[in-house]
């Protein structure tokens, strides 16, 4: 493939952190970044190239959505200012329960990934019911994904019983091989409805197939002392004693943790998935993510669903996790803005397992690139191009966005996907699941 370079007023790669390149290219080839170069060195090095000249824009790695639940996006304001337990028990399971299957999913994930791109989210990491069709609705729009092989011990229109869940997921880590843009995870609910056996066996299983563990954990208040009644044991004894506490664990949401917890997940070296806004929306807690961050802990930024956010949006989360780590921890200098950007990028990947792939704008990765337009009344004048990413800019200002290469959102639209009747399947499935909620 002849190269193409991108040209931007500014570069952040991201790695190093806290670095802004001004006026360099970024030479990419087929799916992959070949280098980055100052615009003076371009002509004499690349003489022919093909050059698309993106203005005022800085271009950053795409962002990558560490937690959500995509097709959840159809429940987007369904049932708001509620506990986690009634929230889920009262409104989200009896709705899953009657509606979800392979047509909800697929129309909530568009509608999710037309969100998603649009916002420069090039990569999710997602956990719902048939992730067989996250993944190909994920991959057929041109966006990465890591779809969960879901563990209850519910049964569901996905699967009745634990070793079906199993053989369900199983199946589809390999139909997924195949494809690029996916890969799996292992995505136990939580550890009040996962058996211990389930999360023994997955333990192995996702060491042989070299996959995560993506589990909502110490998300709310009552989690640990009601495993204690259940199982005799704080949960992460109980999830040590089974193998899974390490670093292959994604702990979701970690809103309850003492210091002593705080050293133990960090020499366990599990990665901690923050969602802020879900956090306080359902008033679960707050991660100690300043606290957690001066121990090393590897921290990846999720919207979590749109049923409790209620956006996919990764510069409002980005902005939240900042601002709360300052507010929380009493320190401003807690999470500084180019932390809070590794943490929406590369520390996502590094949890996915993919940061040889993708999260930074290196040689040699693939590329998996966002324009910003800063050239707006919102973000002027640019003192500091990464503050103004983190602070004040809008998902609007994405201008343009690339997976491996390829554009997967320009002009204002999806490439692949026709965000017009993707809004009307979002309609249809509104009012049905409206009138259900209404009936009962
Ligand atoms: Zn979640």
Redesign the pocket.
């Known amino acids: 493939m002849s190269p193409r370079a991108l040209l931007a007023r500014w570069i952040v790669p991201v790695n190093p952190e806290g670095v802004v390149h001004e006026h360099h290219a970024l030479i990419v080839a087929g799916e992959r970044i070949v280098e980055l170069l100052p615009r003076s060195e371009l002509s004499a090095r690349y003489p022919d190239i093909e050059r698309e000249d993106l203005g005022n824009s800085v271009l950053i790695p795409g962002f990558i959505n560490a ?1 959500t ?1 995509s097709a959840m996006a159809l429940m987007r304001g369904l049932a708001d200012d509620l506990p986690l337990m009634r929230w889920l028990e009262d409104h989200i399971w009896p709705t899953e329960q009657r509606w979800v299957g392979p047509t909800f999913v697929r129309a909530g994930t568009e509608l999710a990934v037309v969100e998603m791109l649009a916002g420069g989210t090039t990569c999710f990491n997602d ?1 719902y019911f048939f992730p067989d069709v996250t993944a190909v609705t994920a991959s057929q729009a041109g966006m990465r994904a890591v779809v969960g092989m879901p563990v209850i011990s519910l049964p569901t229109a996905w699967a009745e019983n634990e070793d079906e869940y199993f053989s369900r997921g199983l199946e589809v880590h390999q139909a997924v091989l195949s494809d690029p843009l996916v890969t799996t995870a292992f995505a136990p609910h939580a550890p009040y409805t996962v058996s211990d056996s389930a999360f023994a066996r997955m333990a192995e299983l996702a060491e042989e197939m070299d996959v995560p563990i993506h589990l ?1 954990l110490l998300e709310a208040k009552g989690e640990v002392e009601n495993s204690r009644k259940q199982y005799g044991k704080h949960p992460l004894d109980r999830l040590a004693e089974l193998g899974v506490l390490g670093p292959r664990l994604l702990a ?1 949401h970690m809103t309850q943790l003492t210091e002593a917890d705080m050293d133990r997940v960090a020499r366990a070296g599990v990665h901690v998935l923050h ?1 802020p806004a879900s956090n306080l929306k359902l008033a679960s807690g707050i991660c100690p993510v300043a606290a957690l961050d001066a121990r090393g802990v590897n921290i990846a930024i999720g919207t ?2 749109a049923a409790s956010n209620n956006t996919l949006d990764m510069f409002a989360e980005m902005r939240l996790a900042a601002l709360l780590a300052k507010g929380a921890s009493g320190d401003p200098e807690a999470i500084p803005a180019a932390r809070a950007l590794s943490m929406a990028t590369i520390n996502g990947a590094r949890a996915l397992g993919l940061e040889d792939q993708i999260g930074s704008l290196e040689a040699g990765k693939l590329a998996d690139v966002v324009a910003v337009q800063l050239d707006v009344a919102e973000t002027l004048p640019v003192h500091h191009v990464i503050s103004q990413l983190v602070y004040a800019c809008a998902r609007s200002q994405v201008s343009k966005v690339w997976v491996a290469g390829k554009a997967v959102y320009a002009s204002g639209s999806p490439v692949h996907l026709n965000k017009l009747e993707v809004a009307d399947r979002a309609r249809e499935w509104g009012q049905k699941l409206r009138l259900s909620q209404q009936s009962e």
């Open positions: 937690h639940h956990n909502h979701v969602c979590d669903g």
